[in-house]
């Protein structure tokens, strides 16, 4: 986690602008919002099969 942070710090405005401009070259602008939709969804089934998850574990430690 603070590895990340530490990351995130070290990269400036001008870097992300610059990742922004190659990300649209390579994909397009009609392309991006289909990714990030993905991007999306994929996100909200991780975050909810990992919810779906901590319930059983807690529910089965319960009954033992």
């Not at 995130?8 to 401009?21: D, E, K, T």
Request: no cysteine; aromatic share 6%.
């Amino acid at each position: 986690m603070i590895a990340s942070s530490i990351f995130l710090g070290a990269i400036g405005p001008g870097s992300w602008v610059l990742i922004a401009v190659v990300v649209l070259l390579l994909f397009g602008g009609k392309k991006i919002p289909e990714l990030m939709k993905g991007l999306g969804s994929g996100i909200k089934e991780f975050k909810d099969a990992s919810k779906d998850d901590s319930t059983t574990k807690t529910s089965g430690d319960k009954k033992e």
